[in-house]
């Protein structure tokens, strides 16, 4: 079947038949023979011959060099007589021919510029379409049904999505007989931060770092166990995953859990990290541990906020009153000495009612440098608390429900108004229950 060719290539085909024959003509310095024009006329007719029927161009008869040769000569003619017929007729022959196709070759050129070769566009291609997948979360079977479509035109294109987006096919996973852990590391993830650029004249930096667990299936006692950690002077602070434990329950020994987390946070802390000629430092003060309730009373081996002794600020024993209360406020203060030292060995959970836990170990400020969490301490906690007992609670201290359709009714006005700084739009009063913590701030 012949091959045919776009308008575009056919004006690519015929500037560079020209620019041949003009760089002939300056190095031979004479025009050239009527047998050299018929050889190119004839390959270019050839090259052509396909498009004539489809863009219904006009090629020259039989005697295409005569043709070509006569063009030459009138536009020859023009260009002396534009100059005031300064040169004689032999000088401009070739003179002419040059001025006349070099600023043709330039509008090719600037024509290529301007549109972007097809080699050039395949080979973007598929970075593209992988910035495009990721950034649209685009599921993999969607993926490898477009690429199956694309490589009929795009015969470069990888089959598969797993190779259009280089996912790892092999992963370290530390296997026991009681769970599964990918350890992805904490250098990694800094370095990567680090590209989106820091707050000026910092280089000393501070980490979040978070764990907790989550439930992957509804009907199932699996669960994953993540350590993320974000950075406070990175201008890009989303978390990013160090650790992720696969099993069934909550991780049964702290000590192997944070084995690998602790070595490498005590090496950065020792080294520090240097990017782009930038050597970074990190303190042990400035490692910060933001967990709930549960992951506190986990990652510091003591006991939950349920117990008798399970006050993480005070000393105070808790009283039964249809559950743990702490009435007495009175009690002496924690501090990182009082924990270390073991002041309140009712505090503590085995083995590390002696030893030190590994954090400890790693010289982390149990008290002073794992926080209590706000968000499920006031907005979960006290806000909904104090909603709830004004809608359901003693008459005494109960609004009319009136009062309660009133609020609502503001709640949902206020929807349109509210900015994209909050995550979620004012809901109902009535579905308290489901309310979530930026709704409860």
């Known amino acids: 079947m012949p091959k045919t060719f776009s308008k575009r290539h056919l004006r690519r085909i015929v500037s560079r038949a020209v620019a041949s024959d003009l760089d002939a003509i300056s190095n031979n310095n004479s025009v050239p023979t ?158 990567e931060k680090l590209k989106s650029g820091t707050i000026a004249g910092t280089s000393k930096l501070t980490l979040y770092f978070n764990i907790d667990g989550i439930p992957l299936f509804n009907n199932s006692t699996q669960c994953f166990w993540p350590i993320l950690c974000a950075i406070k002077e990175c201008k890009d602070r989303s978390p990013f995953t160090i650790q992720i434990s696969m099993q069934n329950s909550k991780p049964k020994n702290l000590q192997k859990y944070l084995d690998n987390f602790v070595q490498e946070l005590s090496a950065i802390i020792r080294a520090g990290i240097t990017y782009r000629n930038v050597k970074y430092s990190f303190g042990l003060e400035t490692c910060l541990f933001i967990c709930d309730a549960p992951a506190r009373a986990f990652i510091k081996s003591v006991k939950g906020h349920t117990g008798y002794f399970g006050c993480e600020k005070c000393e105070a024993e808790g009283e039964w009153n249809r559950k743990v209360t702490f009435p007495v406020v009175s009690g002496n ?19 590390f009612t002696v030893e030190k836990s590994p954090l400890e170990r790693l010289g982390i400020g149990m008290i002073s440098q794992i926080p209590l969490d706000y968000m499920h301490l006031v907005c979960l906690g006290n806000v909904k608390k104090l909603v709830a007992l004004w809608m359901r609670g003693p008459l005494e201290i109960r609004i009319p429900t009136n009062s309660v359709s009133i609020i609502s009714k503001h709640l949902q006005s206020l929807r349109a108004s509210i ?19 930026t709704e409860c701030r």
């Open 34 to 191: 009527i047998n050299n024009l018929d050889s190119n006329a004839d390959i270019t007719k050839c090259e052509v011959h396909n498009c004539e029927e489809n863009y219904n161009y006009e090629f020259p008869e039989e005697n295409n060099a005569s043709s070509i040769q006569s063009r030459f000569a009138s536009r020859s003619s023009t260009l002396e007589a534009a100059k005031g017929g300064n040169s004689s007729e032999s000088d401009t022959g070739a003179l002419n021919y040059s001025t006349e196709f070099s600023s043709s070759s330039v509008e090719s050129k600037d024509d290529q510029t301007n549109c972007p070769p097809e080699e050039k566009i395949d080979h973007d291609l598929p970075k593209q379409l992988q910035i495009w997948a990721l950034k649209e979360q685009i599921k993999h079977s969607s993926l490898d049904a477009l690429l199956l479509i694309l490589r009929q035109h795009h015969p470069q294109l990888p089959k598969a999505a797993k190779t259009l987006l280089h996912t790892p096919t092999v992963t370290n996973v530390i296997t026991t007989s009681v769970d599964q852990t990918l350890f992805l590391g904490i250098q990694t993830g800094i370095l």
């Open 333 to 351: 203060l924690r501090t990182d000495v009082s924990f270390t030292n073991r002041f309140q060995d009712e505090h503590h959970l085995l083995p």
């Open 419 to 437: 900015p994209s700084d909050f995550q979620r739009k004012p809901r109902d009063l009535q579905l308290i229950d489901r309310w979530k913590a």
